[in-house]
């Protein structure tokens, strides 16, 4: 237990600013992913740099110990944003048994309910991306480019496929 103990403060004393930039920069990349999609982006490039972190702090004078520690704090730090978005958001899943018994009957499309529902888009909507109806985040499809903050509607619904388009350019086309 006391040889753990030097060793985790080995960890933090002895670490380079070039090792606490690269590991906080991934963390904080992959974190970012959890609120603010980026296809991947995020968590590829967030857990490159965290990585690379652990690979400098190892190859200077790093012990299995300190791999442990480094490990250990990069995924208790990736659980907590996790667990702070679930938090934040509320989930479609969580609500699709009430409205499944209240709306949908057992032969439609699980979210055929949506249909020509409005809501505003939560993220950049780029082929898919995510919107909010009554506070409950949905994950949809769209073939336009849509920006945070727009209102969306419903338009289709295939299985678990929900398809939205502008409320202005829906607007648009019922006016021409």
């Given at each position: 237990?006391?040889?753990?103990?030097?060793?985790?403060?080995?960890?933090?004393?002895?670490?380079?600013?070039?090792?606490?930039?690269?590991?906080?920069?991934?963390?904080?990349?992959?974190?970012?992913?959890?609120?603010?999609?980026?296809?991947?982006?995020?968590?590829?490039?967030?857990?490159?740099?965290?990585?690379?972190?652990?690979?400098?702090?190892?190859?200077?004078?790093?012990?299995?110990?300190?791999?442990?520690?480094?490990?250990?704090?990069?995924?208790?730090?990736?659980?907590?944003?996790?667990v702070l978005m679930l938090g934040l958001h509320k989930?479609?899943?969580?609500?699709?048994?009430?409205?499944?018994?209240?709306?949908?009957?057992?032969?439609?499309?699980?979210?055929?309910?949506?249909?020509?529902?409005?809501?505003?888009?939560?993220?950049?909507?780029?082929?898919?991306?995510?919107?909010?109806?009554?506070?409950?985040?949905?994950?949809?499809?769209?073939?336009?480019?849509?920006?945070k903050g727009e209102r969306v509607r419903v338009v289709?619904?295939?299985?678990?496929?929900?398809?939205?388009?502008?409320?202005?350019?829906?607007?648009?086309?019922?006016?021409?």
């Amino acid at each position: 237990m006391l040889a753990s103990a030097h060793e985790l403060g080995l960890l933090f004393s002895e670490m380079s600013i070039v090792v606490i930039v690269l590991a906080v920069l991934g963390l904080a990349l992959i974190a970012v992913e959890f609120f603010q999609p980026m296809y991947g982006i995020g968590v590829g490039c967030g857990s490159a740099l965290v990585i690379a972190a652990i690979a400098v702090r190892m190859l200077a004078a790093g012990t299995e110990c300190m791999l442990f520690f480094m490990l250990f704090f990069a995924a208790t730090i990736v659980l907590a944003a996790h667990v702070l978005m679930l938090g934040l958001h509320k989930r479609a899943w969580l609500m699709q048994s009430v409205f499944a018994s209240d709306e949908a009957d057992a032969d439609d499309d699980i979210y055929s309910f949506l249909l020509s529902l409005e809501g505003v888009a939560t993220t950049r909507i780029d082929g898919y991306g995510h919107m909010a109806i009554n506070d409950v985040n949905f994950y949809v499809n769209s073939d336009t480019l849509i920006q945070k903050g727009e209102r969306v509607r419903v338009v289709k619904v295939d299985g678990d496929k929900i398809v939205v388009c502008r409320t202005a350019d829906l607007e648009r086309d019922a006016a021409e």
